[in-house]
């Protein structure tokens, strides 16, 4: 089991290595800068009919709307950030994934604006009301994400003990493990996008539908990525406090996986309620350790 172990951390080390996280973040800005001079230039070339879609592509209508591409790049490498810290605390993880989850409400706002009608009663028309609920949702999520960070910050730093680091290995071979999973879902969710977009006969909406491309696989997976952390924390630690904001963090993500399946003002009160739900198992939790 150690051996196993120890060859997991090598490889973790190797894969997540401060120089290999710089490159990533370097290769993340280029390309964010890249494909927004590339959205750019679509969304110009469509509009004086330079080609054509056979699709509905609002994301080719508005300048406003290639801020959506490099914010879909930001989000490769939060979701980069995410595996890296998942070994680190369960509050770690779940405060990046409610970072991930913001970060696609506000992509969604840049793919939505094109949608606005100006010329009408602003509730009457939907979209108007998407744009609404969306922003209003992105204030009261940051402000919960700040609040839930600020109480991350007081939890206080234990010692590595023996049991503790064969924790830790373990959640390191979970993320060496999740890290090919998560890359082939997601080639495998854009390739079976591209293919029904352009050979279904099917109008999928255009680039509107990327949302729904690898964030529901995404969550899915790191549902069970976290139930099975949870069920290895049986291991090493007794304490009730412990595993119920460990089995309050994976419920967290639930919640943020079921606001996928829908859409509207539904959509923005599951996503405020999982982060919602972690503060209180947050704030509960170190009640409880005060009074150990």
């Given at each position: 089991?150690?051996?196993k172990?120890?060859?997991?951390?090598?490889?973790?080390?190797?894969?997540?290595s401060?120089k290999?996280?710089?490159?990533?973040?370097r290769?993340?800005?280029?390309?964010?800068?890249?494909?927004?001079?590339?959205?750019?230039?679509?969304i110009?070339?469509?509009?004086?009919?330079?080609?054509h879609?056979?699709?509905?592509?609002?994301?080719?209508?508005?300048?406003?709307?290639?801020?959506?591409?490099?914010?879909?790049?930001?989000?490769?490498?939060?979701?980069?950030?995410?595996?890296?810290?998942?070994?680190?605390?369960?509050?770690t993880?779940?405060?990046?994934?409610f970072?991930?989850?913001?970060?696609?409400?506000i992509?969604?706002?840049?793919?939505?604006?094109?949608?606005?009608?100006?010329?009408?009663?602003?509730?009457?028309?939907?979209?108007?009301?998407?744009?609404?609920?969306?922003?209003?949702?992105v204030?009261?999520?940051?402000?919960?994400?700040?609040?839930?960070?600020?109480?991350r910050?007081?939890?206080?730093?234990?010692?590595?003990?023996?049991?503790?680091?064969?924790?830790?290995?373990?959640?390191?071979?979970?993320?060496?493990?999740?890290?090919?999973?998560?890359?082939?879902?997601?080639?495998?969710?854009?390739?079976?996008w591209?293919?029904?977009?352009?050979?279904?006969?099917?109008?999928?909406?255009?680039?509107?539908?990327v949302n729904?491309?690898?964030?529901?696989?995404?969550?899915?997976?790191?549902i069970?990525?976290?139930?099975?952390?949870?069920?290895?924390?049986?291991?090493?630690?007794?304490?009730?406090s412990?595993?119920?904001?460990?089995?309050?963090?994976?419920i967290c993500?639930?919640?943020?996986?079921?606001?996928f399946?829908?859409?509207?003002?539904?959509?923005?009160?599951?996503i405020?309620?999982s982060?919602l739900f972690?503060?209180?198992?947050?704030?509960?939790?170190?009640a409880?350790?005060?009074?150990?």
């Amino acid at each position: 089991m150690t051996s196993k172990l120890s060859f997991f951390d090598t490889i973790f080390e190797h894969i997540f290595s401060d120089k290999n996280q710089k490159k990533v973040e370097r290769a993340t800005l280029y390309l964010s800068i890249v494909g927004f001079v590339i959205h750019l230039i679509l969304i110009f070339s469509k509009k004086f009919e330079l080609f054509h879609t056979p699709f509905e592509a609002r994301l080719l209508e508005d300048p406003i709307s290639a801020i959506y591409t490099p914010f879909s790049i930001i989000l490769v490498y939060e979701i980069y950030l995410l595996i890296v810290y998942l070994p680190r605390s369960f509050t770690t993880a779940v405060s990046k994934q409610f970072e991930i989850i913001s970060l696609i409400i506000i992509r969604r706002i840049f793919g939505d604006i094109p949608k606005v009608e100006l010329d009408v009663n602003w509730f009457e028309y939907a979209a108007n009301r998407e744009l609404i609920y969306d922003l209003t949702g992105v204030l009261m999520l940051y402000f919960l994400i700040y609040m839930f960070n600020q109480r991350r910050e007081k939890l206080p730093k234990k010692s590595l003990s023996d049991r503790l680091k064969r924790f830790v290995s373990s959640k390191r071979a979970v993320s060496v493990l999740l890290l090919p999973v998560l890359i082939f879902t997601s080639l495998y969710s854009a390739f079976s996008w591209f293919i029904e977009l352009f050979f279904s006969g099917k109008n999928a909406g255009g680039f509107s539908d990327v949302n729904a491309v690898f964030y529901n696989e995404f969550f899915t997976i790191l549902i069970l990525a976290d139930v099975f952390i949870l069920l290895l924390s049986f291991q090493y630690t007794e304490r009730y406090s412990q595993l119920i904001r460990n089995t309050g963090f994976v419920i967290c993500t639930i919640l943020i996986r079921l606001s996928f399946a829908t859409t509207g003002l539904t959509n923005v009160i599951l996503i405020l309620s999982s982060v919602l739900f972690g503060l209180l198992i947050l704030r509960i939790y170190q009640a409880l350790e005060k009074q150990a």
